[in-house]
């Protein structure tokens, strides 16, 4: 093992495709288009349709930094380059930690799906979400060239079987299930869009290793432009679905996705959906962990994180400190979990939090990098305005990005107060 090592180029078209799709249409799909029907009703599809239209210019956004200029560092580094190092490594760190408990919430899902299927308890549950993490961690160590193809294996399978979904519960969609529309008012598509953007995160999260990529303009901006029109159209056409059907009514708003499935395939729909919703969250733990560690090398090797996150292996050249501490992270969150402290509806608002305000850095500092590209500017402009019209509904959920300020300036302190008498020592001596 050795600190900084250089990081392997090995991510080509393809593979930079899956990752996309593989970050962005991840454990949403499953969960979240019965939360929002429930929250909004029908009128959910207009948050849909509102998200939906974001989705381009959001990836857009991230894609064409991501091509100019390629970086572990993703978001933060493009941060960094338009406001400073100092907002850059705060930036970076809303994302870091939004993984420790985005993941662990990606896997209790999937997990959770499959032994609803198989009627088992949620000691079990706990224990699969587990052996996803440890599958997410451990594809990250080995690296990325081996990771893609069984990436892009993921991806194909979860699209042909949300597409066979969709198809089956198209017959049962009637138009009574769209009346009343609206039965919560204009407020609650608000909700529901602020719960949405669960769905639409990821975009951000491959810009952090957009350095292995082996020709990033190409990879970053077809590649992005590819899984946003493909991303788009899979989850509005699940949710239209959800809400045609009524699968989200009756307490079932977590597992909707299990009775549009069921439609085709009768009793084998909840067992095909348990596996499929494994493999989706498998799919975003992966593209996550590698994201989140990628920024934990890029962080320590700007003295903006500890040393030791910065470690690289030496036989896979892959950022090991980095997986060491979410391995740590995802540990905590899950005994957390399985002490009954806190819900999973509540878990996954708070990394939504951090999230979007990583996604407005990453759209401010497109503004002001991209000013020599009009149009460019203009989609970074469309996603920052859009982005911002959604935050205020996070709620009491803008609590955990206030810790992770305050812990952030509080460490910041620390290390310059240590700076200080080090070098005092070292004038006395």
Same mark, same amino acid.
């Given at each position: 093992?050795?600190? *900084?090592s250089?990081?392997?180029k $090995?991510?080509g078209?393809?593979?930079? !495709?899956?990752?996309? !799709?593989g970050? &962005?249409?991840?454990?949403? &799909?499953?969960?979240v288009?019965g939360?929002?029907?429930?929250i909004?009703?029908?009128?959910?599809?207009l948050a849909?349709? %509102?998200?939906?239209?974001?989705?381009l210019p959001l990836?857009l956004? /991230?894609?064409?930094? *991501?091509?100019?200029? =390629?970086?572990a560092?993703?978001?933060s580094?493009?941060?960094? /380059?338009? %406001?400073?190092?100092r907002?850059?490594?705060?930036?970076?760190? %809303?994302f870091?930690? *939004?993984?420790?408990?985005?993941?662990?919430? #990606?896997?209790?899902? @999937?997990?959770g799906?499959l032994?609803?299927?198989l009627?088992?308890?949620?000691?079990i +549950?706990?224990?699969?979400?587990?052996?996803m993490?440890?599958?997410g961690?451990?594809?990250?160590i080995?690296?990325?060239?081996? &990771?893609?193809?069984?990436?892009?294996?993921?991806?194909?399978?979860?699209?042909?079987v949300?597409?066979?979904?969709?198809?089956?519960? #198209? =017959?049962?969609?009637?138009?009574?299930?769209?009346?009343?529309?609206?039965?919560?008012?204009w407020?609650?598509? @608000?909700?529901?869009?602020?719960?949405?953007?669960?769905?639409?995160?990821?975009w951000?999260?491959?810009?952090?290793?957009?350095?292995e990529?082996t020709? =990033?303009?190409?990879?970053?901006v077809?590649?992005v432009?590819?899984?946003?029109?493909?991303v788009?159209?899979?989850?509005?056409?699940?949710a239209?679905?959800?809400?045609?059907t009524h699968?989200?009514?009756?307490?079932?708003?977590?597992?909707?996705l299990? +009775?549009v !499935?069921?439609?085709?395939?009768?009793h084998?729909?909840?067992?095909?959906t348990?596996?499929t919703?494994?493999?989706i969250?498998t #799919?975003?733990?992966?593209?996550?962990?590698? #994201?989140?560690?990628?920024?934990a090398?890029?962080?320590?090797?700007?003295?903006?994180?500890?040393?030791? /996150?910065?470690?690289?292996?030496?036989?896979?050249?892959t950022?090991?400190g980095?997986?060491? %501490?979410?391995?740590?992270?995802?540990i905590?969150v899950?005994?957390?979990?399985?002490?009954g402290?806190v819900s999973?509806?509540s878990?996954?608002?708070?990394?939504?939090?951090?999230?979007?305000?990583t996604?407005?850095?990453?759209c401010?500092?497109?503004?002001?990098?991209?000013?020599?590209?009009r149009w460019?500017?203009?989609?970074?402009w !469309?996603?920052?305005?859009?982005?911002?019209?959604v935050f205020?509904?996070v709620?009491w959920?803008?609590l955990?990005?206030?810790?992770v300020?305050?812990?952030?300036?509080?460490?910041?302190k620390?290390?310059?107060t $240590? +700076?200080?008498?080090?070098?005092?020592?070292?004038?006395?001596?």
């Amino acid at each position: 093992m050795e600190n *900084s090592s250089p990081l392997k180029k $090995t991510i080509g078209l393809p593979q930079a !495709i899956a990752l996309y !799709i593989g970050a &962005v249409l991840g454990s949403g &799909v499953l969960i979240v288009p019965g939360l929002a029907a429930e929250i909004a009703g029908p009128a959910s599809l207009l948050a849909w349709g %509102f998200m939906t239209l974001l989705i381009l210019p959001l990836a857009l956004s /991230m894609g064409l930094l *991501s091509a100019r200029f =390629p970086n572990a560092g993703g978001v933060s580094h493009f941060v960094t /380059m338009a %406001f400073g190092p100092r907002t850059g490594a705060l930036i970076g760190w %809303f994302f870091l930690m *939004s993984v420790p408990i985005g993941a662990p919430v #990606a896997a209790l899902t @999937g997990a959770g799906y499959l032994t609803a299927a198989l009627g088992w308890g949620e000691g079990i +549950r706990i224990l699969i979400a587990a052996i996803m993490l440890v599958a997410g961690l451990a594809a990250n160590i080995v690296g990325m060239k081996v &990771v893609g193809p069984v990436q892009i294996a993921v991806v194909l399978a979860i699209v042909a079987v949300l597409v066979m979904a969709v198809a089956g519960a #198209a =017959p049962h969609i009637e138009t009574t299930h769209f009346t009343p529309f609206m039965p919560h008012g204009w407020i609650s598509v @608000g909700r529901a869009a602020a719960i949405l953007f669960w769905c639409f995160i990821g975009w951000e999260a491959v810009s952090h290793m957009s350095e292995e990529f082996t020709d =990033p303009k190409r990879a970053a901006v077809k590649g992005v432009t590819i899984a946003a029109v493909l991303v788009g159209v899979l989850y509005f056409l699940t949710a239209l679905a959800t809400v045609g059907t009524h699968s989200y009514e009756d307490g079932g708003a977590d597992t909707s996705l299990v +009775r549009v !499935i069921s439609m085709l395939l009768g009793h084998w729909g909840g067992l095909v959906t348990g596996f499929t919703g494994v493999f989706i969250c498998t #799919a975003t733990i992966i593209a996550y962990t590698g #994201a989140s560690s990628r920024l934990a090398y890029a962080l320590s090797r700007d003295n903006h994180a500890p040393r030791w /996150m910065g470690t690289v292996s030496r036989r896979y050249h892959t950022p090991i400190g980095g997986i060491a %501490f979410l391995t740590l992270c995802f540990i905590a969150v899950l005994v957390f979990y399985g002490t009954g402290a806190v819900s999973l509806s509540s878990l996954i608002q708070l990394p939504n939090a951090t999230f979007i305000l990583t996604y407005l850095g990453g759209c401010a500092a497109g503004i002001r990098l991209l000013k020599d590209q009009r149009w460019a500017r203009r989609i970074c402009w !469309i996603s920052f305005l859009t982005t911002a019209l959604v935050f205020p509904f996070v709620g009491w959920a803008v609590l955990y990005p206030v810790v992770v300020i305050a812990v952030f300036f509080i460490h910041g302190k620390l290390r310059q107060t $240590t +700076r200080l008498k080090k070098q005092q020592n070292l004038e006395q001596v």
